[in-house]
């Protein structure tokens, strides 16, 4: 494939995510272009040579006529007004998003009437910066992107994102919204939350406690130096399997502390810490073969491959 | 100072912080030996060039002939033993030593009674590896050095446990030996049993959220990597002042759990988090400068600027 065959690619929001979106699609020969709300966003992205405009309705016709592959990337809560003004421009568009969650996109785009064309995305990177100075177009080399494979996926829009993702330097997982949610609860939600947790239990000793914190309280509070907006932006949304799994740590964790007072020993934990750590450190990402789009099951072939660790490193 | 004039290091376990010590003190131009329980740690460091025995007992005639700083550099359930052996062998010997709490070992220095010559020390540094073979003599670079100002501590040991954590690149925190256990259960041991049990809450969610774990998980859990004896060895000590910090976590994640469920909202801890993790980022390490090591209530006034965040950088 020559660049010039590459599809156009519409990304709607700038940031961090988007804003590395478009440059990596730019990077990798898509004609691609975006739209940001704020004016100094866009600004900043035109001076580093990117079309990228304030004008939403310019856009997404444009999108319309070039038939672009759409793409969601700003924070949940400004998910649907986006899908208003799809819904009415760029109805046809494939479409994608990179929102941290899945069953609200997919809710959301079913309740807008433009599912058709639709398949979720989340690419599993980011930084605690956020913004179009923060952008980096090798921001997806070697991530995980989860694409989705629920009922009524169609083939040629779930191609479209899973090229993309290809093309940015990323390994593809098959998803199902409900059971991406309740993954990224445990390993991006979850962090999100003891990190916090665990940097305010360390200011509240002071300046020698915080004086002293080495390598242990750095990185575990990392995440904490997110601006807080966006946390909320990319945990609330997902409160239910959140909450599932905060009580199920919770408990673990009272567990610890009754271990602690009845005889000074931490109990299980450290164990299932250490084999959870290893599980991490030692996962293999077997590459999914043999499963062709469009075939009878393929979205359910794709989904248990997923959710066995299988990955698509090609198409 | 030229090198000769450097006095004598006898570190008793070369094990990470103990054999990094070790090659930092030997780099600085210390005469420095050690000891090593265990054949192949001790050959290891041999075959490095490191003058390491298995021969406690000549280990410590030795460093009473050559009134050398011996440095406890063993896990804190190995402690009592070597001190049995000091207080026969070497009992004039300043002593010091690298172990993660500081009131367990003034305690059973009191009891052995070596504590004349006794100045607690706690290097905040390490890494997830043990053994000879991690060591580093540029692990204490940069790193900030835990030194006791406990009433009855003597200015001659104290300031060669200072020069020698000087020399090996760190700035030294004065500490009390409760108050330092006290933060190091918020910032050190806090860190490791949260990073447990969010390894053990990734690892429960299978294939799927592993093989989707990316930066959040990967640094919330790093030190989860930590074998789990040595993660007890360095928590266990301590676990009152960490079931006091693990239950005042544990309200927080509760409240931030009734939250989520009430309104799917993640609440106050956010916000304190965010406040934690810049107060941590923008920490600033003023000089102490002027107090005099000796005169009235030195050690009264270091522990006052220690727990302000002051630090030494000279002497």
Redesign the interface.
Known sequence: MTFDQRPAVCVLGTGLIGGSLLRAAVAAGYPAFGYNRSDSGALAARRDGFDVSTDLSAVLRRAAEADALLVLAVPMPAVRQLLGEIAVLAPRCPLTDVVSIKRPVLDAVREHGVAAQFVGGHP????AESGWSATDPELFRD??W?VGVDEGTQVQPWLRVVRLALDCGSVV?P?LAD??D???A???H???????????????????????????????????????DL??AI??PN?TA??Q??????A???T??EA??AD???GD?????????????Q?E?WEIRGIVPGTDDWLGELATA????G?LRAL
Chains 1, 2 share one sequence.
């Open positions: 599993m990177t980011g930084t991530a995980v989860a997982v998803v059971e991406h309740q993954a990224v445990r390993i991006s979850l962090p999100h939350v003891l990190a916090e947790a665990l940097a305010a239990a360390g200011a509240a000793g002071g300046d020698l406690a915080i004086g002293l914190a080495a390598g242990s309280f750095r990185d575990g509070t990392r995440v904490a130096g997110t601006a807080p946390v909320r945990c609330e409160a959140l909450e799994v905060l009580d199920e740590t919770i673990a964790l009272v610890t502390r602690l007072r000074g020993s931490l934990v450290v164990e299932a810490g250490y084999r959870g750590r290893t599980a991490y450190e996962r990402r997923g959710r066995r660790g990955v």
